[in-house]
């Protein structure tokens, strides 16, 4: 007779810092996962009893005394499943990214994790030690190695976990999205499946944390490297897989497998899951978008709406004379396919006005980018105030191109909490908006095909300052994600002028980003947590 284990995968979005909450959601599922699932164990993500990645809270000594009793919480009071549990362990002045396996009131194991990642968004070795030794536990006769993340990208701690015994691994995760990152980890394992032999059971989070986006995905492997159970995307699930002793070894038997995403919908589904938890996890009723009847507003209208609902999305056109009937048309015609509530302002007068004031100052000197300014600042004093009254979160509209080359005004269009689309470039804009599109109705097509326009001056448009985004994009992705010189750029057949250009406005802007909102992280470098240049340099292109 085989012998049978069933694993549930708790793949849940859990709130950094609400310790309680967190456990209060750890138990419920623990007992769902044996009343309703029959499973013989549990296992929740990576720290997921104070969420992640906590950062500095670690230090702090009142979340030491909370983990510690909500560790204790859990192994007390749940009953007759083993819970596999990830938290920080606190050990004199050392802190370990552990996790334990837990059954009525005691300890069947205990691991720490091995790997410390230390670059791009993580930087564990500020926190924790590492841990040395494989953890092996046996259930119903299977002997389960356990694993944390990191672990897995390397071959020794998989190894040491087989040599201790280990007939299938079961590795808890806090793995972050970013572009074709469900298929890295899948490869990853897969290599490192090739080494050893036996199966593997892949556990991550979902959510939006900050930048950070968790999309789950999470999988069961064979020995041989084929997915046989894969978890939808960007969802909160408790998932069963089964795994079977048999005379060949351990086998999981096969499940439901989600097919991987394409590459806009998973973009999509991570922008839409970060914006959404951002405004749920910091309590705001709500959020207020100005539309401006350009691209970018008109994709975060729309990620607004997706994620929140329409009922909780406040837009706003704030038109000036060089506003064309065109935007102002499109932008109505958007907020009425979207039901969102929409209104008006126009900005001359609190133009003029501000204008008038700084009249003795100016002189008689032309008009300029200073006027380009203001008009940008009118608007965002409009926008923080009804964000102010309403308590909405006004969401920032600029995209990663922009971002870069410094393509915004400080304390204008650059105002607000939250940047959905920070790291995505305006090619990718259009795509996303695109895509939108083929699930409903909700960006007007003239503002996907229409070139594209600050409209702060007559007839202005974005190729009047920059080159056009089919050239600047790639020589922005060359250096920003791949750390290029002028030279290896060049080489890929831009002009070397206009390659220094864009580089040296990279370069010169660093300080507008310093204090820009903070915006979802989808590729492999978002400007925040990954990219920390200076912003005093004399540092010079081409070298």
Excluded at 158 to 164: D, F, H
Excluded at 209 to 237: I, K
């Amino acid at each position: 007779m085989n012998t049978t284990v069933t694993v549930a995968l708790a793949q849940l979005d859990l709130v950094v810092g609400d310790v309680a909450g967190n456990t209060a959601r750890i138990i419920d599922y623990a007992a769902r996962a044996r009343d309703e699932l029959r499973a013989d164990i549990v296992a929740f993500p990576e720290l997921s009893i104070c969420g992640y990645p906590p950062e500095d809270l670690l230090f702090h000594a009142g979340l030491r005394r909370r983990v510690e009793a909500a560790v204790d919480k859990v192994r007390d009071e749940v009953r007759d499943i083993v819970v596999l549990l990830g938290f920080p362990e606190y050990e004199g002045t050392n802190i370990y990214n552990a996790c334990a396996a837990l059954r009525n009131g005691k300890y069947l194991a205990r691991y720490r994790k091995q790997l410390l990642p230390n670059y791009s968004v993580f930087d564990e070795e500020r926190y924790f030690e590492a841990g040395n030794d494989a953890a092996v536990f046996k259930l119903n006769g299977i002997r389960i190695g356990l694993l944390i993340c990191e672990d897995l990208w390397r071959p020794q701690p998989v190894a040491k976990s087989r040599s201790a015994g280990a007939e299938v691994i079961l590795a808890i995760n806090g793995s972050p999205y970013e572009l074709r990152s469900q298929q890295k980890r899948e490869d990853v394992v897969q290599k490192r499946l090739s080494e050893i032999g036996i199966p593997l059971i892949y556990l991550n989070m979902v959510g939006g944390q900050d930048e950070l986006v968790f999309d789950g995905g999470s999988f069961a492997m064979t020995r041989d490297g084929d997915v046989c159970f894969r978890a939808p995307a960007f969802e909160e699930g408790l998932f069963a897989v089964d795994l079977e002793a048999k005379a060949s070894g351990i086998e999981p038997v096969a499940g439901d497998k989600v097919d991987l995403l394409a590459t806009e919908a998973s973009v999509y589904g991570a922008l839409v899951t970060g914006t959404r938890d951002y405004i749920e996890k910091h309590g705001f009723p709500g959020v207020v978008v100005g539309l401006s009847g350009g691209i970018d507003s008109a994709l975060i209208l729309a990620i607004a709406c997706d994620a929140i609902g329409e009922d909780r999305v406040r837009a706003v056109m704030m038109p000036f004379r060089y506003t064309s009937t065109m935007s102002q048309e499109d932008a109505s015609a958007q907020a009425a396919t979207l039901s969102v509530r929409y209104d008006v302002l126009p900005i001359e007068p609190i133009y003029a006005a501000t204008v008038a004031q700084l009249g003795k100052i100016f002189g008689e000197s032309e008009p300029d980018v200073t006027e380009e300014n203001i008009q940008a600042r009118c608007r965002g004093i409009l926008l923080m105030a009804i964000s102010n009254k309403t308590g909405r979160m006004l969401l920032t509209t600029g995209n990663k191109s922009e971002m870069a080359v410094g393509y915004a005004t400080l304390y204008g269009d650059m105002a607000g909490g939250f940047a959905p689309i920070k790291d995505c470039s305006k090619t990718l804009v259009y795509k996303l908006a695109q895509y939108r599109n083929t699930l409903s109705p909700a960006i007007p097509e003239r503002v996907i095909t229409r070139p594209p326009s600050a409209e702060l001056r007559p007839n202005q448009k974005d190729t009047d300052s920059l080159p056009d985004y089919s050239v600047l994009d790639p020589i922005l992705e060359a250096l920003i994600e791949e750390d290029l010189s002028v030279d290896e750029i060049s080489a890929r057949g831009f002009d070397r002028s206009v390659v220094i250009r864009v580089l040296e406005l990279v370069k010169r802007n660093e300080y507008k980003r310093r204090q820009a909102p903070p915006g979802i992280r989808i590729s492999t470098r978002a400007f925040g947590r990954d990219w920390r240049y200076p912003i005093t340099s004399k540092y010079t292109f081409p070298e």
